[in-house]
């Protein structure tokens, strides 16, 4: 075979440089083996640590909502598992195709995911992000099937409120949401985490701290794309504890008769009852309302508008925040004033001719012959306007208002909800201070009598009013929660103290109990309707002009010029133990908001007697009189 | 051709550190490629067949490079260089594409990867140009035919594109020149060129994929979840596996796919986390042992060819395995360049056997005539 072999002279330069080879290649991998050594021996516990984020992921455990019971312990409010599909922004590759995978997979809006994206651009990255809340079915199934496109994407299993009655009480309970970046930053929301579900609104807000429980944590092993793999690790999982059941003082059974009666009716408004031994609150509503499960899944934006801008205002809670004239239901606080600052006895006559003029204007009754010769018993009975005209004007305002505060009107009641408004019972002073005209006219003291004028109300306050006629002055504190659980039972909660008190007379509110008796069970009381049997309801009715009679004439009738009805009851006349307001928003009569309460008292006593609860009224039940009193020829007047 | 007295020259010491290495490699290909069953229990994975069929095709290789004298191949070796060329310019006409490059030709069963069989075939001619010149590698006449030898089989596989493997035939050339006597000099200017070129290489030559893979390795932080990502990866996988490793199949960074290619490129990376830098240290050593012993096998060569082929040959091997154990530890530009000997693939596998075989076939042959 042909070769070259090699000469001693090559072989010296070929050895010589064999080894200078040999020498290169000992040092390249001296070098490298030091290389190793830092990162390995050196630097290890920094790369230890780094892999250990790689590959340990803590995944947060919501922790479910207290549930709430009402004052037998059945359930109110209550969880469910509902299914979200959250971001693991460190894990996504592709952050922008990801959200557009997912809005194709799941047929969500990408500007809406992009948006709570950016939202919570400063969470850390390992922290998922809620995209999609209360997923449903197909859009978890759709996201699985594309979980290889999808890295950084994943489902969570959280609990979700659940509000089984949907709209019942609505108001009453509120609603949760996520933390809103402006909460965040005050000290009550301190240690809750963006992207965290708390109470927006009613007692979820109110009773949020005791609601939220703590949320527990999961470490596991997950991969690159972030998918969980492996067995759990040991004292990984730190369970989630559960907020704290509250019971609140609202019994199921009179909260659905009162949506019943009022859905029965077909009006809007607002009901209070609530028990004035103790201000319990006994059901609560405003109506119209919402739907609490909607913003338990994370309302989308169409819902939320239309909530915002409908007509009807279904996020405002009227019971609270809606302020009316009180009409005739405001009479008890003139009479009790009268009696109380000596002006007038309980058998002090007016005469009534229909009306009476007052400093050079004449004021009408409501009842066009007038009641002739009449006491204050009957004149609470019959709603007589002449008769409280007298005694106002005797009273002037000042005293009016004094006795109108003290019962609770014109103040904020104190109830454990947030947002709560004030009325406004006039005096010299308010308008000395917050009127450009500064003085009180006498005559202006005339409207006031009978609940006109200035004067307005929330349905909240005109409960709390009823509440301590019936009670003998003690203005209790309407409050929701009965008891709490203290983490292994329902501890009661003591009820808050009152907001004063005041020495009435038994004998002189006697009189405008007695009146207040009549209305209900005299041959000529006004809410005649809402009698009971046995039970000695008592109530008044109100009436609350929406516009003057003049403007009515000018606007012709519409709907919504139409007048409000109030009714306020307590029952029964001897230690009550029941009192309340029905509200009928453009009600037309105030009858209409007696028979709403005659099916709330009706359920309240049947159950107390044992007997069984009446059923859902229907329309007819409740003998509604749509008359408008204005209309032309109708020759039918409104009670006052 | 296989006298029975040669069976006894066989540097089996040599051949037991390659098969040790290749075992080892097999190792880390099972435990990265591991099949874990939703129901609980797995397999492995069918890379691992892959990888232990190649073996054997290698064994195969090495076996019939080694009857064969290597003079007989170097005679030949133009015939097994223009061979290789047409392949190569096959593979870019009809190749298999995968990954946006084309490297493969389709055998059916087995996807044949001819850029590996390239460096044998520029080591065999060059050796052969070389070993058969009296006046060795002095003129620069014949640096330029030996250039031009260098040049086709590098462009053929460069345009494929597949710049890591047609950058391992630079070492070859280098490897059998040097030891052919060129003069350092002109090895600096060829240095001093390279690096005057290189912004005009960067410029006109390099893709926008290669250059921001080093700017990448420039600075890896810049680009945490693109191309850096590789490389912090590379860092935190052979860093979090300390001194004694996390045990076999215990590794976090490779199973959980946190770490690419984790049995190709990174798999030094793997044995690193999985192994410790005592298992690092016992694989540098082999690898150092094979070189050096192969470097000696070149020095007890009958002739020049064989001392210039096992030399080009080594010095192919001996960048790769410096390159890739650098790039493993997050220490280099991150580049498709296998590890010889433990990285998956087949075609590497059999070629780097196939190699081995012509080194064991110079040693054991330094007494014949």
């Known amino acids: 075979m042909p070769s070259t072999p090699l000469m001693p002279d090559d072989r010296r330069s070929l050895t010589q440089r064999l080894t200078a080879l040999q020498y290169l290649v000992a040092v390249a991998f001296a070098a490298l083996a030091i290389g190793f050594w830092i990162f390995q021996v050196a630097q290890h516990e920094k790369f230890r640590e780094m892999a250990e984020e790689n590959h340990l992921r803590k995944l947060p455990l919501p922790a479910p909502r207290g549930v709430l019971l009402d004052r037998e312990g059945r359930v109110l409010v209550d969880n469910q598992n509902s299914r979200n599909i959250a971001l693991v922004r460190e894990q996504a590759r592709n952050l922008d195709q990801t959200l557009h995978i997912l809005a194709q997979a799941t047929n969500t809006d990408e500007a809406q995911l992009r948006e709570t994206v950016e939202r919570r651009r400063r969470d850390p990255p390992y922290r998922p992000i809620v995209l999609i809340e209360n997923a449903t079915e197909a859009q978890y199934i759709a996201t699985m099937a594309r979980q290889l496109e999808l890295p950084g994407i994943l489902a969570q299993e959280v609990p979700s409120r659940k509000y089984p009655g949907s709209e019942l009480a609505a108001h009453l309970f509120g609603y949760v949401g996520e933390v809103r970046e402006d909460q965040l930053a005050r000290a009550d929301y301190e240690g809750v985490e963006p992207g965290a579900i708390i109470g927006q609104a009613g007692i979820e807000f109110a009773y949020n701290k005791f609601l939220m429980g703590t949320d527990g944590s999961n470490t596991v092993v997950v991969n690159s794309v972030g998918r969980e793999i492996g067995k759990p690790l040991p004292g990984a999982l730190v369970p989630a504890r559960e907020g704290r059941r509250i019971q609140l003082t609202i019994d199921a059974d009179v909260q659905k008769a009162t949506e019943d009666g009022f859905e029965a009716s077909g009006f809007n408004g607002a009901a209070v009852v609530l028990d004035p031994r103790n201000g319990e609150v006994l059901s609560f509503t405003s109506r119209p309302a919402y739907d609490p499960n909607a913003f338990a899944a994370g309302i989308d934006r169409a819902t939320w508008a239309e909530l915002n801008t409908d007509d009807l205002r279904p996020l405002q809670n009227r019971a609270l925040q809606g302020r009316y004239s009180p009409g005739s239901t405001f009479k008890m606080a003139v009479g009790l004033a009268g009696l109380e600052e000596g002006v007038i006895t309980p058998d002090f006559h007016v005469f009534c001719g229909g009306g009476q003029t007052f400093y050079g204007r004449f004021f009408k009754c409501w009842q066009k012959g007038g009641h002739g010769s009449i006491d204050l018993r009957h004149a609470i009975e019959q709603s007589c306007d002449v008769f409280f005209y007298t005694v106002g004007n005797m009273l002037g305002v000042d005293r009016i208002n004094k006795w109108a505060t003290l019962f609770g009107l014109g103040v904020k009641s104190g109830i454990d909800l947030p947002n709560e408004l004030q009325g406004l019972v006039p005096s010299t002073a308010w308008k000395a201070q917050f009127t450009k005209e500064k003085k009180w006219y006498a005559g202006e003291t005339i409207s006031v009598a009978i609940g006109q004028g200035q004067v307005s109300v929330t349905p909240i306050s005109l409960a709390v009013y009823t509440a301590t006629l019936a009670n003998g002055g003690t203005r209790i504190t309407p409050h929701l929660v009965k008891a709490m659980d203290d983490g292994a039972e329902l501890k009661p909660v003591p009820p808050p103290p009152p907001q004063s008190k005041v020495d009435v007379s038994r004998e002189k509110l006697q009189a405008i109990r007695d009146g207040m008796w009549l209305v209900v069970n005299g041959d000529r009381g006004t809410a005649r309707r809402a009698r009971i049997e046995g039970k000695d309801v008592c109530g008044k009715t109100g009436t609350a002009q929406v516009i003057s009679n003049q403007g009515r004439t000018a606007a012709r009738t519409t709907k919504n010029l139409r007048d409000h009805g109030w009714f306020t009851f307590f029952a029964p006349r001897d230690n009550p133990e029941i009192a309340g307001v029905v509200f009928l928003e453009h009600g037309i009569h105030s009858a209409n908001a007696a028979s709403v309460a005659k099916h709330i008292l009706e359920t309240y006593f049947a159950k107390k007697d044992g007997k069984p609860l009446p059923p859902a009224p229907t329309r007819d039940d409740m003998h509604l009189d749509l008359r408008d009193p204005f209309a032309r020829g109708s020759g039918v007047v409104g009670d006052q | ?369």
């Open chain 2, 1 to 369: 051709m296989f006298e029975r007295r040669l069976y006894f020259h066989i540097d089996w010491l040599l051949l037991g550190a390659v098969l040790l290495l290749a075992a080892i490699g097999l190792s880390m290909i099972y435990s990265t490629t591991y099949v874990t069953l939703p129901e609980g229990g797995g397999h492995a994975g069918p890379r691992f067949w892959v990888q232990l069929y190649a073996v054997g095709l290698g064994m195969l290789a090495l076996v019939i490079l080694l009857a064969l004298d290597y003079r007989f191949l170097a005679e030949h070796s133009l015939v097994l260089y223009v061979g290789l060329v047409l392949l190569l310019a096959y593979v870019l006409l009809f190749g298999l594409r995968a990954g946006g490059s084309t490297r493969w030709i389709s055998l059916g069963f087995f996807n044949l990867q001819p850029s590996e069989f390239g460096r044998l075939a520029l080591a065999l001619i060059l050796a052969m140009y070389f070993g058969e010149n009296r006046r060795g590698a002095r003129n620069y006449g014949d640096l330029v035919i030996a250039a031009l030898f260098f040049i086709v089989p590098f462009l053929l596989i460069a345009k494929q594109p597949d710049l890591g493997t047609a950058v391992t035939l630079v070492p070859v050339c280098f490897g059998i020149a040097y030891l052919a006597g060129l003069r350092l000099r002109f090895i600096a200017i060829v240095a001093i060129a390279a690096v005057l070129l290189a912004p005009v290489a960067w410029k006109v030559a390099l893709k926008d994929y290669q250059k921001s893979r080093i700017n990448t390795f420039l600075d890896p932080e810049k680009d945490p979840r693109g191309a850096g990502y590789q490389q912090i990866q590379a860092r935190i996988t052979v860093g979090s596996g300390g001194i004694k490793g996390k045990g076999f199949m215990k590794g976090t960074q490779g199973q959980y796919k946190f770490l690419p290619v984790a049995d190709n490129d990174f798999i030094f990376s793997v044995l690193a986390e999985e192994q410790g830098f005592i298992g690092v240290l016992v694989a540098l050593g082999l690898y150092l042992f094979v070189i050096l012993r192969s470097l000696e096998a070149a020095r007890l060569a009958k002739d020049r060819i064989g001392a210039y082929l096992v030399g080009g040959i080594i010095s192919g091997f001996a960048f790769q395995v410096i390159y890739n154990v650098t790039m493993s530890a997050g220490l280099a530009p991150v580049k498709g360049l296998t590890l010889p000997l433990m990285s998956y693939g087949g075609s590497s596998m059999i070629a780097t056997l196939a190699a081995f075989g012509l080194i064991l076939n110079v040693r054991m042959r330094r007494f014949t005539n």
